[in-house]
T-cell receptor, first 116, second 113 residues
């Protein structure tokens, strides 16, 4: 079973508008962390934002915020005031604690295109 | 500057060649990883090293051979690769803590002729 599901292969958003990228996850571990990464066409993976399973508040980093709904096992990324430079692939990832910390497991990604 | 440096950035090789990819991190991390990213596929974890010891090998063919001489350096030795091995190979490092992100290099774009 997939641990991370990103159902939107591609998304378009108008410049200066907000956009939500979906991510649902599957784990039985009560302690886990959720991460979002951005990958421009040049290839590097850029860490954006982190949400811990025990965090009471939704994470925010500048224009990025995470809509964390634990009961639904979803961790959607919200980008406010989109810019042309936000056009990229976006990956949701999870790390489970279990008996030791495990590597990140990534979803298939969502390609975001920002339109002028 | 990412803190994780990969060389070379691009590599074209024939199926009978032997080459190595290099990854270096100066972030003081204790874990290093190799990922493969093919077109239209999710990132595939290949190998994990924790304190220089290999802790994970995700059924990777033996034509890929990792080496971790110390906690700052990671190599991926390549020999007799196949055309389907053409991909972006990403190295990452992290502290093995739940809330610590993995930091990635810029990747090596590998093409097998």
């Amino acid at each position: 079973a997939q641990k991370i599901t990103q159902t939107q292969p591609g998304m378009f958003v108008q410049e200066k508008e907000a956009v939500t990228l979906d991510c649902t996850y599957d784990t039985s571990d009560p302690s886990y962390g959720l991460f979002w990464y951005k990958q421009p066409s040049s290839g590097e993976m850029i860490f954006l934002i982190y949400q811990g399973s025990y965090d009471q508040q939704n994470a925010t980093e500048g224009r990025y915020s995470l809509n964390f709904q634990k009961a639904r096992k979803s961790a959607n990324l919200v980008i406010s005031a989109s810019q042309l430079g936000d056009s990229a692939m976006y990956f949701c990832a999870m790390r489970e604690q279990q008996s030791g910390n495990t590597p990140l497991v990534f979803g298939k990604g969502t390609r975001l295109s920002v339109i002028a | 500057e990412t803190g994780v440096t990969q060389t070379p950035r691009h590599l074209v090789m024939g199926m009978t060649n032997k080459k190595s990819l290099k990854c270096e991190q100066h972030l003081g991390h204790n874990a290093m990883y190799w990922y493969k990213q093919s077109a239209k596929k999710p990132l595939e974890l290949m190998f994990v090293y924790n304190f220089k010891e290999q802790t994970e090998n995700n059924s990777v063919p033996s034509r890929f051979s990792p080496e971790c001489p110390n906690s700052s350096h990671l190599f991926l030795h390549l020999h007799t690769l196949q055309p389907e091995d053409s991909a972006l190979y990403l190295c990452a490092s992290s502290q093995e803590q739940l809330n610590q992100p993995q930091h990635f290099g810029d990747g090596t774009r590998l093409s097998i002729l």
